[in-house]
Protein backbone atom coordinates (compact mmCIF):
# COMPACT_ATOMS: atom_id res chain seq x y z
CA UNK A 1 0.00 0.00 0.00
CA UNK A 2 1.31 3.21 -1.03
CA UNK A 3 0.62 6.36 -0.43
CA UNK A 4 2.31 9.66 -1.86
CA UNK A 5 2.19 12.76 -0.31
CA UNK A 6 3.59 16.18 -1.21
CA UNK A 7 4.51 19.04 1.01
CA UNK A 8 6.89 22.42 0.59
CA UNK A 9 9.22 23.95 2.07
CA UNK A 10 11.25 27.10 1.62
CA UNK A 11 13.50 27.00 -1.89
CA UNK A 12 16.59 25.81 -1.68
CA UNK A 13 19.24 27.77 0.10
CA UNK A 14 22.31 29.05 -1.61
CA UNK A 15 25.95 27.30 -1.59
CA UNK A 16 28.53 28.14 0.88
CA UNK A 17 29.67 32.10 -0.12
CA UNK A 18 27.03 32.67 -1.99
CA UNK A 19 25.01 35.03 1.34
CA UNK A 20 23.17 34.75 3.66
CA UNK A 21 21.87 31.16 4.89
CA UNK A 22 19.53 31.62 8.47
CA UNK A 23 17.72 28.58 9.56
CA UNK A 24 20.90 28.09 12.96
CA UNK A 25 19.22 27.62 16.26
CA UNK A 26 18.98 30.00 19.52
CA UNK A 27 17.84 28.19 22.73
CA UNK A 28 15.78 30.07 25.46
CA UNK A 29 15.30 29.71 28.71
CA UNK A 30 11.29 28.70 28.59
CA UNK A 31 9.21 31.71 28.53
CA UNK A 32 5.47 31.90 28.71
CA UNK A 33 4.33 34.38 25.80
CA UNK A 34 0.58 33.09 25.26
CA UNK A 35 -1.84 32.12 27.88
CA UNK A 36 -5.48 32.73 27.81
CA UNK A 37 -6.50 32.08 31.58
CA UNK A 38 -4.50 35.39 32.51
CA UNK A 39 -4.30 37.29 29.42
CA UNK A 40 -0.59 36.58 28.72
CA UNK A 41 -0.14 38.19 25.11
CA UNK A 42 -4.10 38.71 24.22
CA UNK A 43 -5.93 41.82 23.90
CA UNK A 44 -8.56 42.20 27.05
CA UNK A 45 -10.07 39.94 29.75
CA UNK A 46 -8.91 36.74 30.67
CA UNK A 47 -11.17 34.11 28.31
CA UNK A 48 -10.94 30.59 26.60
CA UNK A 49 -11.41 30.44 22.90
CA UNK A 50 -14.84 29.71 21.56
CA UNK A 51 -15.14 27.02 18.77
CA UNK A 52 -14.12 27.95 15.48
CA UNK A 53 -12.06 31.30 16.88
CA UNK A 54 -8.70 32.00 15.51
CA UNK A 55 -6.44 34.12 17.68
CA UNK A 56 -3.16 36.21 16.90
CA UNK A 57 -0.48 37.07 19.19
CA UNK A 58 3.35 38.26 19.61
CA UNK A 59 5.59 35.60 18.85
CA UNK A 60 8.99 37.95 18.01
CA UNK A 61 10.07 40.49 20.83
CA UNK A 62 8.49 38.52 23.36
CA UNK A 63 9.89 36.27 25.56
CA UNK A 64 13.86 36.60 24.51
CA UNK A 65 12.87 36.33 20.92
CA UNK A 66 14.48 39.15 18.88
CA UNK A 67 12.23 41.54 16.63
CA UNK A 68 13.42 40.79 13.87
CA UNK A 69 15.22 38.29 11.49
CA UNK A 70 13.50 35.36 13.26
CA UNK A 71 12.40 32.76 10.57
CA UNK A 72 10.85 30.66 13.05
CA UNK A 73 9.97 29.61 16.51
CA UNK A 74 9.80 26.73 18.51
CA UNK A 75 7.03 26.48 21.68
CA UNK A 76 5.05 24.16 23.92
CA UNK A 77 1.49 24.67 22.80
CA UNK A 78 -0.77 23.44 25.62
CA UNK A 79 -4.37 22.56 25.34
CA UNK A 80 -6.43 22.77 29.04
CA UNK A 81 -9.98 22.65 30.52
CA UNK A 82 -11.38 22.10 26.84
CA UNK A 83 -15.25 21.27 26.95
CA UNK A 84 -15.31 19.25 23.94
CA UNK A 85 -12.47 16.80 22.37
CA UNK A 86 -10.88 18.68 19.57
CA UNK A 87 -7.63 20.30 18.10
CA UNK A 88 -6.05 23.32 17.98
CA UNK A 89 -3.67 24.75 15.28
CA UNK A 90 -0.70 26.79 14.85
CA UNK A 91 0.07 28.77 11.52
CA UNK A 92 2.07 31.81 10.28
CA UNK A 93 -0.62 34.71 10.95
CA UNK A 94 -0.47 35.98 7.58
CA UNK A 95 -1.11 32.97 5.93
CA UNK A 96 -4.78 31.08 5.82
CA UNK A 97 -5.30 27.88 8.57
CA UNK A 98 -3.47 24.87 5.82
CA UNK A 99 -5.99 22.56 7.12
CA UNK A 100 -3.57 21.08 9.74
CA UNK A 101 -3.58 20.52 13.60
CA UNK A 102 -1.42 21.03 16.41
CA UNK A 103 -2.23 19.63 19.40
CA UNK A 104 -5.02 17.20 20.23
CA UNK A 105 -7.57 16.85 22.94
CA UNK A 106 -10.20 14.67 24.51
CA UNK A 107 -12.47 16.30 27.32
CA UNK A 108 -11.31 17.63 30.69
CA UNK A 109 -7.85 16.67 29.45
CA UNK A 110 -4.72 19.13 29.40
CA UNK A 111 -2.12 17.91 26.78
CA UNK A 112 0.98 19.38 25.68
CA UNK A 113 2.60 19.33 22.22
CA UNK A 114 5.84 20.88 21.10
CA UNK A 115 5.51 23.24 17.78
CA UNK A 116 8.15 24.35 15.21
CA UNK A 117 6.07 27.63 13.09
CA UNK A 118 7.27 29.91 10.50
CA UNK A 119 6.08 33.23 11.45
CA UNK A 120 4.32 36.08 9.60
CA UNK A 121 5.64 39.04 7.91
CA UNK A 122 4.48 40.36 11.23
CA UNK A 123 6.02 38.38 14.02
CA UNK A 124 2.77 36.96 14.46
CA UNK A 125 1.43 33.56 14.76
CA UNK A 126 -2.27 32.38 14.98
CA UNK A 127 -3.76 29.92 16.98
CA UNK A 128 -7.15 28.13 15.73
CA UNK A 129 -9.47 26.05 17.80
CA UNK A 130 -11.63 24.05 15.99
CA UNK A 131 -14.72 23.51 18.53
CA UNK A 132 -15.79 24.03 21.94
CA UNK A 133 -13.88 26.37 24.59
CA UNK A 134 -10.55 25.53 25.84
CA UNK A 135 -7.99 27.56 27.07
CA UNK A 136 -4.51 27.96 25.25
CA UNK A 137 -0.69 28.32 26.71
CA UNK A 138 2.37 28.80 25.35
CA UNK A 139 5.62 28.65 25.99
CA UNK A 140 8.48 29.57 23.69
CA UNK A 141 11.98 27.31 23.91
CA UNK A 142 13.91 29.04 20.89
CA UNK A 143 14.36 30.58 17.63
CA UNK A 144 15.21 29.92 13.93
CA UNK A 145 16.96 33.13 12.30
CA UNK A 146 20.29 34.89 11.22
CA UNK A 147 22.82 35.04 8.91
CA UNK A 148 25.89 32.38 8.22
CA UNK A 149 28.65 35.52 8.96
CA UNK A 150 28.95 33.87 12.51
CA UNK A 151 29.06 30.81 14.66
CA UNK A 152 25.44 29.07 15.04
CA UNK A 153 23.95 26.27 16.40
CA UNK A 154 22.98 23.60 13.97
CA UNK A 155 21.13 20.28 14.16
CA UNK A 156 22.70 17.38 14.33
CA UNK A 157 19.94 14.45 13.84
CA UNK A 158 20.92 10.63 15.86
CA UNK A 159 18.74 7.49 15.71
CA UNK A 160 17.00 7.16 18.89
CA UNK A 161 18.79 6.99 22.79
CA UNK A 162 17.53 6.16 25.49
CA UNK A 163 19.47 7.92 28.68
CA UNK A 164 17.13 7.27 31.37
CA UNK A 165 14.25 5.34 32.42
CA UNK A 166 13.29 5.75 36.28
CA UNK A 167 11.40 2.55 36.16
CA UNK A 168 14.85 0.52 35.76
CA UNK A 169 17.17 3.08 37.45
CA UNK A 170 16.72 5.81 40.56
CA UNK A 171 12.84 5.26 41.17
CA UNK A 172 10.22 7.83 40.75
CA UNK A 173 10.29 11.75 40.75
CA UNK A 174 8.60 12.52 43.54
CA UNK A 175 6.48 15.99 44.39
CA UNK A 176 8.70 19.12 44.25
CA UNK A 177 12.39 16.86 43.17
CA UNK A 178 14.55 18.11 40.64
CA UNK A 179 16.18 15.28 38.96
CA UNK A 180 19.58 15.88 37.17
CA UNK A 181 20.13 13.81 34.10
CA UNK A 182 23.65 13.12 32.25
CA UNK A 183 23.40 12.53 28.96
CA UNK A 184 26.81 10.66 29.16
CA UNK A 185 28.26 9.91 25.29
CA UNK A 186 25.23 10.42 23.88
CA UNK A 187 25.86 13.91 22.65
CA UNK A 188 29.39 15.70 22.41
CA UNK A 189 31.02 17.81 24.85
CA UNK A 190 30.31 21.10 22.79
CA UNK A 191 26.73 20.36 22.83
CA UNK A 192 24.47 23.58 23.42
CA UNK A 193 21.16 22.37 23.29
CA UNK A 194 19.15 18.89 23.17
CA UNK A 195 15.96 18.03 21.51
CA UNK A 196 14.47 14.91 23.41
CA UNK A 197 11.48 12.36 24.02
CA UNK A 198 9.90 12.93 27.28
CA UNK A 199 7.90 10.38 28.72
CA UNK A 200 5.83 10.62 32.11
CA UNK A 201 4.23 7.31 33.09
CA UNK A 202 2.55 5.96 36.22
CA UNK A 203 1.88 9.40 37.99
CA UNK A 204 -0.17 9.07 40.80
CA UNK A 205 -1.41 12.47 40.54
CA UNK A 206 -2.43 15.17 37.55
CA UNK A 207 0.77 16.55 37.24
CA UNK A 208 3.69 18.69 35.01
CA UNK A 209 7.11 18.41 34.29
CA UNK A 210 9.42 20.69 33.62
CA UNK A 211 12.80 20.40 31.80
CA UNK A 212 15.51 23.15 32.23
CA UNK A 213 19.10 23.74 31.94
CA UNK A 214 20.92 22.33 35.06
CA UNK A 215 22.37 24.79 37.54
CA UNK A 216 19.65 27.99 36.38
CA UNK A 217 16.89 28.96 37.84
CA UNK A 218 14.08 26.68 37.40
CA UNK A 219 11.57 28.77 34.44
CA UNK A 220 7.93 29.46 35.10
CA UNK A 221 6.64 27.02 32.54
CA UNK A 222 6.02 23.39 31.76
CA UNK A 223 7.32 21.03 28.88
CA UNK A 224 5.12 18.01 30.07
CA UNK A 225 1.36 17.79 31.42
CA UNK A 226 -0.03 14.43 32.48
CA UNK A 227 -2.90 13.11 34.23
CA UNK A 228 -2.76 10.56 36.74
CA UNK A 229 -2.46 7.32 35.64
CA UNK A 230 -1.76 8.17 32.25
CA UNK A 231 1.11 7.63 30.12
CA UNK A 232 1.99 10.95 27.79
CA UNK A 233 5.13 12.11 25.43
CA UNK A 234 6.02 15.33 24.55
CA UNK A 235 9.03 16.35 22.28
CA UNK A 236 10.53 18.81 24.06
CA UNK A 237 13.88 20.93 23.33
CA UNK A 238 16.10 22.27 26.45
CA UNK A 239 19.12 23.93 26.36
CA UNK A 240 22.14 22.31 28.40
CA UNK A 241 23.60 23.47 31.83
CA UNK A 242 27.07 24.25 32.24
CA UNK A 243 28.08 20.76 33.07
CA UNK A 244 26.47 19.32 30.09
CA UNK A 245 23.44 18.33 31.79
CA UNK A 246 19.54 19.07 32.08
CA UNK A 247 17.27 18.80 34.80
CA UNK A 248 13.53 17.67 35.03
CA UNK A 249 10.99 18.91 38.23
CA UNK A 250 8.22 17.32 38.78
CA UNK A 251 5.39 19.61 40.35
CA UNK A 252 2.76 16.96 42.05
CA UNK A 253 2.88 13.11 43.43
CA UNK A 254 5.32 10.49 41.88
CA UNK A 255 6.02 9.33 38.39
CA UNK A 256 8.18 7.85 36.25
CA UNK A 257 9.83 9.94 33.55
CA UNK A 258 11.47 8.74 30.67
CA UNK A 259 14.12 10.09 28.46
CA UNK A 260 15.34 9.41 24.72
CA UNK A 261 17.78 12.06 22.90
CA UNK A 262 17.03 12.26 19.23
CA UNK A 263 19.02 14.99 18.25
CA UNK A 264 21.48 17.96 19.45
CA UNK A 265 22.39 21.22 18.58
CA UNK A 266 26.21 22.48 18.40
CA UNK A 267 28.42 25.14 16.94
CA UNK A 268 28.86 24.69 13.12
CA UNK A 269 29.68 27.43 10.37
CA UNK A 270 28.32 25.08 7.83
CA UNK A 271 25.73 25.29 6.18
CA UNK A 272 24.79 21.76 7.21
CA UNK A 273 22.42 21.60 10.07
CA UNK A 274 20.07 24.72 9.26
CA UNK A 275 16.64 24.74 10.16
CA UNK A 276 13.90 25.35 7.50
CA UNK A 277 10.56 25.76 7.88
CA UNK A 278 7.18 26.83 5.70
CA UNK A 279 3.56 26.20 6.73
CA UNK A 280 2.50 23.07 7.59
CA UNK A 281 1.81 20.57 4.79
CA UNK A 282 0.19 17.08 4.89
CA UNK A 283 2.64 14.06 3.71
CA UNK A 284 0.76 11.25 4.59
CA UNK A 285 -2.48 10.20 5.97
CA UNK A 286 -3.49 6.13 6.00
CA UNK A 287 -7.40 6.83 6.33
CA UNK A 288 -6.97 7.82 2.54
CA UNK A 289 -6.86 4.86 0.23
CA UNK A 290 -4.93 2.53 2.44
CA UNK A 291 -5.55 -0.10 5.53
CA UNK A 292 -4.76 0.90 8.97
CA UNK A 293 -0.99 -0.06 9.77
CA UNK A 294 -1.92 -3.57 12.05
CA UNK A 295 0.03 -4.47 15.09
CA UNK A 296 3.84 -5.66 15.54
CA UNK A 297 3.89 -3.85 11.77
CA UNK A 298 6.71 -1.14 10.67
CA UNK A 299 5.36 1.02 7.60
CA UNK A 300 8.11 3.35 6.12
CA UNK A 301 8.72 6.92 4.42
CA UNK A 302 10.57 7.28 1.51
CA UNK A 303 12.51 10.66 1.07
CA UNK A 304 14.36 9.67 -2.05
CA UNK A 305 13.98 12.49 -4.59
CA UNK A 306 13.26 11.85 -8.57
CA UNK A 307 16.97 12.49 -9.11
CA UNK A 308 17.59 10.09 -6.76
CA UNK A 309 19.07 11.92 -4.18
CA UNK A 310 18.06 12.42 0.16
CA UNK A 311 18.39 16.49 0.05
CA UNK A 312 17.42 16.45 3.54
CA UNK A 313 19.55 15.84 6.84
CA UNK A 314 16.35 15.22 9.17
CA UNK A 315 12.28 16.27 8.85
CA UNK A 316 10.64 17.72 11.49
CA UNK A 317 7.09 16.01 11.80
CA UNK A 318 3.74 16.42 13.50
CA UNK A 319 2.94 12.74 13.87
CA UNK A 320 -1.12 11.71 15.08
CA UNK A 321 -2.62 8.31 15.47
CA UNK A 322 -5.98 7.75 15.66
CA UNK A 323 -8.60 5.51 15.87
CA UNK A 324 -6.32 3.13 17.54
CA UNK A 325 -8.09 -0.36 18.64
CA UNK A 326 -5.57 -0.83 21.28
CA UNK A 327 -3.34 1.04 22.99
CA UNK A 328 0.06 0.96 21.73
CA UNK A 329 2.83 3.08 20.65
CA UNK A 330 4.84 4.63 17.82
CA UNK A 331 8.68 4.65 16.96
CA UNK A 332 10.17 6.81 14.33
CA UNK A 333 13.58 5.87 13.36
CA UNK A 334 15.93 5.62 10.48
CA UNK A 335 16.10 2.37 8.14
CA UNK A 336 20.15 1.72 8.30
CA UNK A 337 20.00 0.30 11.76
CA UNK A 338 17.67 -1.71 14.04
CA UNK A 339 14.61 -0.24 15.97
CA UNK A 340 15.82 1.50 18.91
CA UNK A 341 14.10 1.09 22.52
CA UNK A 342 12.66 4.32 22.58
CA UNK A 343 8.94 6.18 21.46
CA UNK A 344 7.70 8.83 19.79
CA UNK A 345 4.49 8.68 20.77
CA UNK A 346 1.99 6.38 23.01
CA UNK A 347 -1.60 6.22 22.56
CA UNK A 348 -4.58 4.72 24.24
CA UNK A 349 -7.22 2.91 22.49
CA UNK A 350 -9.54 5.25 21.12
CA UNK A 351 -8.06 8.43 21.42
CA UNK A 352 -6.76 10.31 19.17
CA UNK A 353 -2.77 11.88 19.61
CA UNK A 354 -0.24 13.66 18.37
CA UNK A 355 3.65 14.21 19.12
CA UNK A 356 6.31 16.26 17.10
CA UNK A 357 9.17 14.17 15.82
CA UNK A 358 12.16 15.12 14.72
CA UNK A 359 13.38 12.29 12.41
CA UNK A 360 16.42 11.43 11.11
CA UNK A 361 16.57 10.67 7.58
CA UNK A 362 19.17 8.15 6.28
CA UNK A 363 21.56 7.90 3.41
CA UNK A 364 19.10 5.68 1.98
CA UNK A 365 16.20 7.68 2.37
CA UNK A 366 13.87 5.67 4.50
CA UNK A 367 12.43 6.43 7.52
CA UNK A 368 10.53 3.33 9.72
CA UNK A 369 7.44 4.09 11.60
CA UNK A 370 6.55 1.16 14.23
CA UNK A 371 3.15 0.26 15.31
CA UNK A 372 3.32 -2.61 18.72
CA UNK A 373 0.05 -3.47 18.96
CA UNK A 374 -3.86 -3.29 17.37
CA UNK A 375 -4.31 -1.08 14.45
CA UNK A 376 -4.37 2.68 14.32
CA UNK A 377 -3.89 5.09 11.54
CA UNK A 378 -1.45 7.48 11.09
CA UNK A 379 -1.14 10.82 9.52
CA UNK A 380 2.01 12.92 9.01
CA UNK A 381 2.41 16.72 8.62
CA UNK A 382 5.55 18.34 7.63
CA UNK A 383 6.81 21.68 9.24
CA UNK A 384 10.35 21.89 8.61
CA UNK A 385 13.47 20.12 7.24
CA UNK A 386 17.12 19.86 8.47
CA UNK A 387 19.71 20.94 5.69
CA UNK A 388 22.49 18.72 4.63
CA UNK A 389 26.00 18.57 2.85
CA UNK A 390 25.82 15.22 0.38
CA UNK A 391 28.40 13.07 0.47
CA UNK A 392 27.81 12.44 -3.06
CA UNK A 393 29.35 16.06 -4.43
CA UNK A 394 27.99 17.03 -7.89
CA UNK A 395 25.69 14.14 -8.06
CA UNK A 396 22.96 15.83 -6.20
CA UNK A 397 24.36 19.38 -6.74
CA UNK A 398 23.14 22.49 -4.51
CA UNK A 399 19.79 21.19 -4.40
CA UNK A 400 21.45 19.06 -1.35
CA UNK A 401 20.94 22.06 1.10
CA UNK A 402 17.69 21.86 0.99
CA UNK A 403 14.50 21.09 -1.98
CA UNK A 404 11.07 22.15 -2.42
CA UNK A 405 8.78 20.44 -2.78
CA UNK A 406 9.26 17.23 -0.09
CA UNK A 407 7.88 14.32 -1.51
CA UNK A 408 7.57 11.08 0.63
CA UNK A 409 6.03 7.85 -0.05
CA UNK A 410 4.19 5.80 3.13
CA UNK A 411 4.15 2.03 2.27
CA UNK A 412 2.55 0.01 5.57
CA UNK A 413 4.48 -3.24 5.34
CA UNK A 414 4.31 -6.26 8.21
CA UNK A 415 7.45 -6.26 10.61
CA UNK A 416 9.88 -8.54 9.43
Not at 147 to 158: G, M, R, S, V
Not at 180 to 191: E, I, M, Q, T
Not at 207 to 219: I, L
Not at 286 to 291: F, H, L, M, P, V
Amino acid sequence: ITLTGTATVPPPPPPPGAGPLGGEFHPLSPARILDTRTGTGTIGAPRPLAGGETLTFAATGVGGVPASGVSAVVVNLTATEPTLGGWLALHPADEPWPGSSSVNFGPGQTVPNMVVMAVGADGRLALRNCCGQVHAVVDVVGWYGGELDAPALAYDALTPLRVLDTRSAGGAVVAGESRRVALGGAVPRDAQAVVINLTATDPTAPTYVTAYPTGTERPTASSLNVGAGETRPNLVTVKLGADGSLSLFNFAGSTHLIVDVVGYYGASRSPRGRVLTGTPGRLFDTRTGAKKPGPNSVGYLDFRANDGCVHVEAVILNITATEPTASTFLTVYPDDGPRPVASNLNVVAGQTSANLVFAKVPADGIVNIYNLAGSVHVLGDIVGVVTKEDAAGAACGVRAFGAAPITARFVAAPAT
